[in-house]
């Protein structure tokens, strides 16, 4: 008897070790995995949990980093015969992503300032008009216009950015016809979640913004900012803010893009995408709190990519949040790099898309983000018909 007893004891003493075990691997295990797929893979069942709460609405939001538009790329989409331009091939792969997300956003880093101002790449970016129909042909719905590059054609060239874009049915952010249209918040009813969309960039190469158009260029203000939040926060269940800062080239947020970053979150925003060190920067969960307080979650800040290699047939994606909704949590990438350019210096050919599922209570009203992939891109650049094409492909550059 005394034997089967202790036969008893060991067996459950043994499953309480496993189960305690599984548990301490399933709470603590790395927040990414990686798998060649469509999509990033994770441990959120997204159709279970829509299934389980359909009273509720879900709404997705993707974005990309930099678009350039170094010399290279202009002629790569010249037609000599049609004597016109298609960038449409930039982005054809990476399509099924970004017009399967019910709202898209991506950086504009030049300008279309008109043939007439000559088209030209770096240091003083200047694009045919085609660049803004093969970004809406790709499922682009807002176009981030604050950066550096915003007026290297002047004051005309950033205004005529601003209406071409919008002739071409994109919503343009960060760059104003007035002070009227800077005033107001670009918000969008996405799936009865509404979102508003803001963006700032740390300067613009050194050229000034025309006295009396202040408006024009929406450059890092902390006071622009927290007034633009308390607006927003009235107006949407959800803000996402654009930051366009850091250092060029530099795989870790500064100081100072962290204390902006944190500033930003706490005086309202949701999450926080960035661009303009050319290269991917970690990703981070923040916590904020009723009482306003602030805290980064232990273990959940992402370090750059891995080196591993992928072919064309998928993408490597890291999902950063592995488990149910946690309300309360913002989300912040400091640097999605380059969505795509010319540029070859280490990293720069790679980039990231960040895919936000938000959630909206039907009981409450209240939104918070159910999920976030990022799906890892890079730049295929390679000879065709004499010319050198460029083309977004899922995944890590080969090496």
């Given at each position: ?49 829509k299934s389980e709460r359909g009273a509720n609405t879900f709404a997705t939001f993707l974005a990309v980093g930099d678009v350039m538009m170094h010399e290279g790329q202009i002629w790569a989409g010249y ?321």
């Open positions: 008897m005394a034997k089967k007893l202790f036969k008893a004891a060991l067996v459950f003493a043994i499953c309480s070790i496993l189960i305690g075990a599984v548990f301490y691997h399933t709470a603590t295990r790395p927040a990414v995995l990686k798998e060649a797929s469509g999509e990033s893979r994770d441990f959120l069942d997204e159709e279970a949990v037609n000599d015969a049609a004597g016109s331009f298609d960038y449409s091939e930039f982005f054809h792969v990476v399509k099924d992503q970004i017009s399967g997300a019910d709202i898209a956003m991506a950086d504009l880093e030049t300008t279309l300032g008109g043939k007439e101002k000559e088209y030209t790449g770096y240091p003083m970016f200047n694009s045919p008009d085609e660049i803004a129909d093969a970004l809406r042909d790709a499922g682009f719905d807002i176009i981030v216009t604050s950066n550096n590059h915003s007026l290297d054609r002047g004051a005309e060239g950033a205004l005529r950015t601003i209406r071409v874009l919008k002739e071409k049915g994109l919503i343009p952010i960060g760059t104003y016809e007035s002070e009227e249209a800077r005033n107001q918040i670009a918000v969008e009813n996405v799936n009865g979640i509404n979102m508003a969309f803001l963006s700032y960039t740390y300067g613009t190469n050194g050229i000034p913004i025309p006295k009396g158009k202040e408006y024009l260029v929406n450059l890092i203000d902390k006071d622009l900012i927290a007034g633009d939040l308390q607006k927003a926060r009235q107006m949407a269940d959800v803000v996402i803010v654009y930051l366009h800062f850091g250092e060029e080239y530099q795989r870790m947020p500064s100081s100072a893009q962290r204390e902006l970053a944190h500033f930003v979150l706490e005086n309202g925003a949701d999450v926080i995408v960035a661009s303009h060190p050319h290269v991917t920067q970690p990703s981070q969960w923040v916590e904020v709190s009723d009482s306003d307080e602030e805290n980064e979650i232990p273990g959940t800040e992402q370090s750059s990519p891995t080196e591993s290699g992928s072919t064309d047939s998928g993408n490597t994606g890291e999902s950063v949040f592995p488990g149910t909704a946690q309300p309360g949590r913002k989300y912040i990438i400091y640097s999605m790099g380059n969505f795509i350019s010319a540029q070859r210096f280490p990293h720069t050919e790679e980039g990231l898309m960040i895919k936000v599922t938000f959630e909206k209570d039907a009981e409450s009203g209240k939104t918070h983000i159910l999920d976030v992939k990022e799906i890892d891109t890079w730049v295929d650049k390679f000879v065709r018909d004499g010319r050198m094409r460029y083309v977004v492909r899922y995944g890590k550059k080969p090496a």
